[in-house]
């Protein structure tokens, strides 16, 4: 998930050195006893990176004290979150935000959450969400101050519901909606016929071609963009590429050296600080799970218990459509066939300060309207999202999740409507092991998703969802992997069209193909291979058919000719051949589509997914002097940007991690809060990426890998798990950045599970007691 982009503007360059000072007044004493909304007594061991290991009698207190260490540590990510998802942001960062949060309401997510809670969580799951707000608010009230960034912005808590556990499912239901940034490109590029889109963006020969209406399409009168849509894609993405470089895969018992399975993963996102996931370990009675969280929710979403372990990459499932639509008059449309009249929503959106802004929002019978509705727009365009039409269980197959006692039941845990779709990978310690592809898929009725439909045609639309999707179990390979490609099944192009390049994919099955003997040392080593399999694909292809005619021309051809084609840190062959593929399709398009339209479509390249990982050749009218000039622009603009000393040209110089609070960005009083910042290898074509924005000068690292976990079956308290951060997200906190070092190094760091290892490595404990001795606390309604 991004920034949000207003915290960008806030006025913190001002901001009060008073406030700045206390913010350590807000750090919890995790080393208290104190009464709480506990029904037995419940223990909080923290290890030196704190994180909680939490040993609770039953499911409603680890509930309650999840909820606890979530205030005490991840307050404010956890409130941003639920606010993003309900349209609720502008409260906290003023009338800036205002028309994110219009937008965001037209979706109703806070209304369909409970809806979907009533009708489908059971009385436990219920239970377990009540507490965890209780868990959340108490804490809130036992810390001495509220968190600085509240303070700073002036604003105040406002108390958890159980519903607002679900929250997080719609924004990383968004966040993995990947195909957006097609549609939204298609219409941008519409003086481009079908033909010559389609030779663009079709990165998979087995894809089927762009539709035959879009030529017809194309031409239609519509609006610009709204305000709402443009602030919503601004802050959550949409419109460019997004993150699209996680790996996980299983060794199985035929393939390790203890003849156990062995669970990798490690998902690649847009990092934040603080980190995305928050560490987690804990018992109750016969529930015991240990793994990464998303603030604000109560359930393991990546990690293992006693008898599985899981791990999880983005499917690029298509789920989000542009619906254009032929308007009827100045308040209505046509939706397959039928005529429609728009909903008006107008809203008094609450904005910091007591003040409300109006506005009003447009929507279909499929979603908002993303296009003014301009006096000559004959169409207009409307969002739809299948997490407006599904009965989301979500949050229901990840609490099952993590109570499954084999492989088969872990997988009929996670068989329900879920706006979440996972390549699932786990194991059992019976040997067991096996991926799933998880979550609702859509069914369209005569077209691909490729580009947005024609709504108004009876033709096209939406037909339910698929009602299978791929997955093996225990294959005679001995292993399974997935890494956001295109699956080798009938469905593939039916879940979408928007699948990463097969480069990743195809390097862990060769690494994985070469060893019977597999470790999770191993294994681990394995996740920081930075093999760049885009360069091992191209240039064999073109460097020895090439007699370069200039000087920076024969320093290119020779620089990317010795080059191990390895993307490390102290690679200048990495550089130069970073340049060397934005120019060699600006050669190949820009004379055929016209600069504008080259923008457009290099917004969409990265080093996991481009035109040159495909069929490019058909563009090069004369290939040997298009590469020619290429490596000649590539290291003239690489002299020019990066200087000609080899030290400013290294790769890990040209493309830092630079991971910034939002706040900091601001004020320089805050700079401290930020990660320090550290040359960093890999490119969205390898395993251990590290993707940046081709169509920037600044190739700043802009996705990496956002946590590794390597869980072996044969004793999973050997389990680690590492993420680019720290537990604490109040800056200044010991914990505060307890990773990062480790992870920058490359180490593992366990992941304790056992009371032995607990007991062994707790630095502090807090013990949350019921309100009276041997009684328990009644837990009512936040």
């Given amino acids: 998930m991004r920034a949000p982009w207003w915290l960008l503007v806030l006025p913190l360059a001002g901001c009060a050195l008073a406030t700045l000072a206390t913010k350590g007044s807000s750090r919890p004493d995790v080393d208290q006893q104190i009464v709480a909304g ?326 279909t019978a499929v979603g908002p309207v993303i296009t003014h509705l301009t006096d000559d727009a004959t169409h207009l365009v409307a969002l739809r999202w299948h997490a407006t039409e599904i009965e989301d269980q979500t949050l229901q197959g990840y609490y099952r999740l993590g109570q499954a006692t084999s492989v088969a039941n872990a997988l009929h845990a996670m068989d329900r409507p879920m706006s979440v779709a996972q390549n699932l990978v786990l194991a059992d310690t019976g040997g067991n092991y096996g991926w799933q592809v998880t979550g609702s898929l859509v069914r369209r009725k005569g077209y691909t998703g490729r580009v947005p439909y024609p709504a108004s045609n009876p033709q096209y639309g939406w037909q339910g969802w698929l009602d299978r999707a791929p997955g093996e179990l225990n294959p005679a390979r001995g292993y399974v992997y997935t890494a956001n490609s295109r699956p080798d099944d009938p469905l593939a192009s039916a879940i979408s069209t928007s699948y990463v390049t097969p480069g990743r994919h195809d390097r862990i099955g060769e690494l994985l193909g070469k060893r019977k003997d597999w470790t999770p040392d191993l294994v681990r080593t394995m996740q920081q291979d930075v093999l760049d399999t885009g360069a091992r694909h191209l240039l064999p292809q073109l460097l020895p058919k090439v007699e370069p005619t200039t000087d920076a021309a024969r320093r290119c051809h020779e620089i990317l000719s010795d080059w191990d084609r390895h993307a490390t840190v102290h690679s200048i062959g990495e550089t130069a051949f970073a340049y060397f593929q934005v120019e060699l399709l600006r050669q190949a398009l820009v004379d055929d589509i016209g600069e504008h339209d080259f923008a457009v479509f290099l917004g969409l390249q990265s080093g996991g997914r481009n035109l040159l990982q495909s069929d490019y050749r058909r563009f090069l009218q004369d290939p040997q002097k298009s590469v020619d000039a290429a490596l000649d622009a590539a290291c003239k603009r690489m002299d020019a940007e990066r200087g000609t000393d080899a030290a400013g040209q290294r790769w890990g110089a040209v493309h830092p991690v630079i991971l910034q609070h939002p706040f900091a960005a601001r004020s320089g009083k805050l700079q401290g809060w930020n990660m320090p910042v550290t040359p960093w290898p890999g490119t969205g074509a390898t395993l251990a990426a590290g993707g940046y924005a081709w169509a920037s000068k600044d190739w700043r690292v802009t996705y990496m890998q956002s946590m590794r976990f390597v869980a072996p079956l044969s004793d999973l308290a050997h389990a680690t798990l590492i993420f680019p951060g720290g537990e604490s997200g109040q800056p200044g906190a010991p914990t505060y950045r307890s990773y990062w070092d480790d992870f920058v190094q490359n180490d593992a760091v366990p992941l304790w599970f056992t009371d032995a290892d607990v007991a062994a490595h707790t630095v502090h404990t807090e013990t949350l007691k019921p309100v009276a001795s041997g009684g328990a606390a009644k837990l009512g309604a936040p």
Wanted: proline share 5%; net charge negative.
């Fill in 38 to 363: 506990v029904r037995h007594s419940v223990q909080i061991h923290r290890d030196a990176r704190g994180v909680p290991h939490i040993r609770a009698v039953d499911s409603v207190d680890a509930a309650y004290a999840l909820g606890w260490v979530t205030a005490e540590d991840r307050l404010f990510q956890a409130d941003l979150t639920r606010r993003l998802a309900w349209g609720e942001v502008a409260q906290l960062f003023g009338k800036g935000a205002a028309n994110f949060d219009l937008f965001a309401r037209a979706f109703d997510f806070r209304h369909r959450a409970e809806e979907n809670l009533r009708e489908h969580a059971t009385p436990d799951e219920r239970a377990c969400l009540v507490a965890y707000a209780h868990g959340i608010n108490d804490g809130v009230a036992s810390l001495g101050t509220l968190p600085v960034e509240y303070r700073l912005l002036h604003v105040d808590w406002k108390p958890w519901k159980p519903v607002d556990g679900v929250a997080a499912v719609y924004t990383m239901s968004w966040a993995l909606a990947d195909n957006l940034s097609y549609e939204v490109a298609a219409l941008d590029l519409h003086d481009l016929d079908a033909q010559t889109l389609d030779a663009l963006l079709r990165l998979y020969p087995g894809d089927p071609p762009i539709d035959g209406y879009w030529d017809a399409l194309r031409t239609a009168k519509i609006g610009p963009y709204t305000k709402g849509f443009d602030a919503y894609t601004s802050v959550l993405g949409g419109r460019a590429a997004k993150a699209e470089a996680s790996n996980d895969w299983v060794i199985g018992p035929s393939r390790s050296a203890d003849g156990m399975p062995i669970v990798a993963n490690d998902p690649h996102l847009v990092q934040t600080v603080p980190s995305l996931w928050y560490a987690v370990e804990y018992q109750a009675g016969d529930q015991h799970a240990a793994g990464v969280l998303l603030p604000g929710t109560a359930s393991v979403v990546l990690g293992h218990n006693d008898h599985i372990a899981w791990g999880a990459t983005n499917v690029m499932a298509d789920v989000v459509d542009l619906a254009v639509m032929k308007r009827k008059g100045k308040d209505g449309y046509i939706l397959a066939g039928e005529p429609k009249k728009l909903e008006k929503l107008e809203m008094d959106v609450p904005v910091a300060g007591g003040e409300t802004v109006h506005g009003t929002v447009y929507r």
